[in-house]
């Protein structure tokens, strides 16, 4: 998740140097990067 369009590319980049597969999505906001992580660590300590 990025913000700004210079860090779009780094995926890309990655994804060339470690050849593991990855997203990027762009044009999102900090609140909403927060959001996620906040859930995903929920997810890690609380299994569905």
Known sequence: MVDMGS????GDRIASITGIKTATIGSVSTPNVLEAVSKSFLFIIYPA
């Open 7 to 10: 860090l779009m590319d780094f």
